[in-house]
């Protein structure tokens, strides 16, 4: 088990891609689950924080890890030059704070930004040099673990700002600053803000638009698994087609996410078919028990396969940051999305495995399920109580027995007209895209 947790463990995949202050719920994720050393991660930590303002935080960790009270000094001096930069920063920015403290001051600011600048410089003295201070005050406070603070006045710096690139980078820090605070709903918004200004600016090179979506995956990973409808928006943006791309070229291991939030979404199940393509292209430049096991079902038919797979995966769910939260329930702790996977999971055997027998044995099924009999048979007596599945139990033969359907013809004439529809708004974004192209040469 300990080398699942290790092999599978995507933290050296994933650092990279985040800010070094997301990274820190990671580090304490796996600390948590003791997946390694404590030493090991307490010196991670620190050396993480070095390049922060978070001296105190360092200090402290510190202390933990080499078991004294008194800090190094050069953390001390450190400390002293961050406090009188942070100094500095507030007195430079302190006429545009005071402005924006003042609600009655506020109410003067439009919608346009020209006449804001404007208004600023005749009534206020207040010109590009504060606004520029106003920035530099707001990445200071991230930088010193004020995501709150930090997060207000880059708002505040994006609504006056005129440079697009400072105010990308703006937006790029009140997205981290929502998801540090947990504010999942004004994450996701701002989420689809950096998307949206990704999709549209021009960038110097390609590889630098597909850096930034890849990024902008990473950063998502939080929200996907903790906004209440986190597991359609990960399907809705991974599965576009230009970030499916960046996913195959670049980050394949996020192919884990988007596997799982599909097994898990049953009205995404019409995508499932186009994705377990991408699988089967993928297959030998990642594996990844999720993934794998999507390739055992849907690819192989290979249910022995599957249900040891299966196996693995509860491991994966449990020992990964982004999919194992756990909810305390009295005197219980569960992981919601475990449960919900395995279930998911044991649905998508049986449905494959019914597809393709007519009779089926209730014992070779719950070994196929990693059930015991009487288990099996109350899972499948509740599908069948539930609509779920149109058989019948023989309890004599101990088996199951399928019964025939026939294709509904509206259903089979919608999922057409679905799948047309698709295509043609593919085909008319790649013409646009080429005839933009042409025009831009």
């Given at each position: 088990?300990a080398?699942?947790k290790?092999?599978?463990?995507?933290?050296?995949r994933v650092?990279?891609?985040?800010?070094?202050?997301?990274?820190f719920?990671?580090?304490?994720f796996?600390?948590?689950?003791?997946l390694?050393?404590?030493e090991?991660i307490l010196?991670?930590?620190?050396e993480l924080?070095n390049k922060t303002?978070?001296?105190d935080y360092?200090m402290d960790i510190?202390k933990s890890?080499?078991?004294t009270?008194?800090a190094p000094?050069d953390?001390?001096e450190?400390?002293?030059?961050v406090?009188?930069r942070?100094?500095?920063l507030?007195e430079?920015?302190?006429?545009?704070v005071t402005?924006l403290?003042?609600?009655a001051?506020?109410?003067e600011l439009r919608?346009?930004?020209q006449?804001?600048?404007?208004m600023?410089?005749?009534r206020?003295?207040?010109g590009p040099d504060?606004?520029e201070?106003?920035?530099?005050?707001?990445k200071?406070?991230f930088?010193?673990g004020?995501?709150?603070?930090?997060?207000?006045y880059?708002?505040q710096?994006?609504?006056l700002?005129?440079?697009?690139?400072?105010?990308?980078?703006a937006?790029?820090?009140?997205?981290?600053?929502?998801?540090?605070?947990?504010n999942w709903?004004?994450?996701?918004?701002?989420?689809?803000?950096?998307?949206d200004?990704?999709?549209?600016k021009s960038f110097a090179?390609?590889?630098?638009q597909?850096?930034?979506r890849?990024?902008l995956?990473?950063?998502?990973l939080?929200?996907?698994?903790?906004?209440d409808n986190g597991?359609?928006?990960?399907?809705?943006?991974?599965?576009?087609?230009k970030?499916?791309n960046?996913?195959?070229?670049s980050?394949?291991?996020l192919?884990?996410y988007?596997a799982?939030?599909?097994?898990?979404?049953k009205?995404?199940?019409?995508?499932?078919?186009?994705f377990?393509?991408?699988?089967q292209?993928?297959?030998?430049?990642?594996k990844d028990?999720?993934v794998?096991f999507?390739?055992?079902v849907?690819?192989?038919?290979d249910?022995?396969s599957?249900?040891?797979?299966?196996?693995?995966?509860?491991?994966v769910i449990v020992?990964?940051?982004?999919l194992?939260?756990r909810?305390e329930?009295?005197?219980f702790?569960?992981v919601?999305l475990?449960?919900e996977f395995?279930e998911n999971a044991?649905?998508f055997i049986?449905?494959?495995?019914?597809?393709?027998?007519?009779?089926?044995?209730?014992g070779v099924?719950?070994?196929?399920?990693?059930?015991?009999?009487?288990?099996a048979e109350?899972?499948?007596?509740?599908?069948i109580?539930?609509?779920k599945l149109?058989a019948?139990?023989?309890s004599?033969s101990g088996?199951i027995?399928?019964?025939?359907?026939?294709p509904?013809v509206h259903?089979?004439?919608?999922?057409h007209t679905?799948?047309l529809?698709?295509r043609?708004y593919?085909?008319?974004?790649?013409?646009?895209?080429?005839s933009q192209g042409?025009?831009a040469r």
């Open positions: 088990m080398e699942i290790e092999n599978y463990d995507l933290t050296p650092a990279p891609n985040l800010d070094r202050h997301l990274v719920p990671i580090l304490e796996l600390q948590e689950h003791q390694y050393p404590d090991q010196k991670f930590k620190i924080l303002n978070m001296v360092a510190h890890l080499y078991h009270e008194d000094q953390m001390v450190r400390r002293a030059e406090v009188a942070l100094k500095s507030e430079a920015a302190a006429p545009l402005f403290l003042n609600p001051a506020v109410q919608a346009d930004k006449y804001n600048l404007q600023l410089k005749e206020y003295q207040i504060q606004i201070a106003l920035y530099q005050y707001a200071f406070q930088e010193c004020n995501y709150s603070g930090a997060a207000d880059l708002y710096y994006r609504t700002c005129s440079n697009l690139e400072r105010s990308l980078s937006l790029w820090g009140k997205l981290a600053s929502e998801i540090l605070m947990q709903d004004i994450a996701f918004e701002e989420l689809n803000r950096v998307k200004i990704i999709d549209s090179s390609p590889l630098n597909v850096q930034n890849i990024w995956m990473h950063w998502g939080y929200i996907f698994f903790n906004h597991r359609t928006q990960i399907i809705d943006l991974f599965n576009q087609d970030y499916l960046a996913i195959q070229t980050a394949p291991h192919l884990r988007l799982t939030a599909f097994i898990v979404n009205r995404k199940r019409p995508q499932l078919k186009e377990i393509k991408v699988i292209q993928e297959h030998y430049s990642y028990p999720i794998e999507l390739a055992c849907f690819v192989n038919y249910f022995d599957a249900q040891k797979k299966m196996k693995e995966c509860e491991e020992n990964d940051p982004f194992g939260k909810v329930n009295g005197n702790s569960t919601p475990r449960d395995l044991r649905l049986f449905e494959t495995y019914c597809r393709i027998h007519q009779r089926i044995d209730m099924l719950a070994e196929k399920l990693n059930l015991n009999y009487e288990e109350r899972w499948i007596v509740n599908l109580r539930t609509s149109d019948k139990i023989d004599e088996s027995i399928m019964e025939p359907t026939q509904n259903e089979q004439l919608i999922n679905k799948a529809s698709g043609t593919k085909l008319v974004t790649q013409l646009l895209e080429h042409q025009a």
